[in-house]
């Protein structure tokens, strides 16, 4: 029996100690209603993603614009308005969280200001 338990002991540590640190990657450019490939690595799945206004905690009551993930990116179609400065969580299972870096939503080419903005 102490074997045993010996051998679920290390087992478990090195499972643990065999885990990548939780990271989500800072894009580059999103633009109002257009998609956005976010992408993390680490972690245990499934992992759920909010977004933060200006690098803050959640609005009250916002819910995860996605969850129960089970791969390491997700395509998310932007719906926060332009000139908006946000920044993306994931969680993983285990509770932990990794926050991407603040970048600013721009407008989408599919925009109507952003076309008579650009006309030429």
Known sequence: MKLSATALFLGLVSAVLGQETLTINTPSAAYYCEPLLITWAGGVGPFSLV??????TPIPGHEWFA??????????TVSVSYYTPIAL???????????????????????????MYNWS
Do not use: K, N, P
């Not at 969850?67 to 998310?76: E, F, K, M, V």
């Not at 969580?89 to 076309?115: H, I, K, N, P, W």
């Open 51 to 56: 977004y933060l206004i200006a690098g803050t």
């Open 67 to 76: 969850a129960g993930l089970t791969g390491d990116s997700y395509d998310w």
């Open 89 to 115: 969580v994931v969680q993983d299972s285990t509770g932990a969280v990794a926050e991407s870096g603040t970048f600013y939503v721009d407008y989408g080419s599919g925009d109507l200001f952003y076309m």
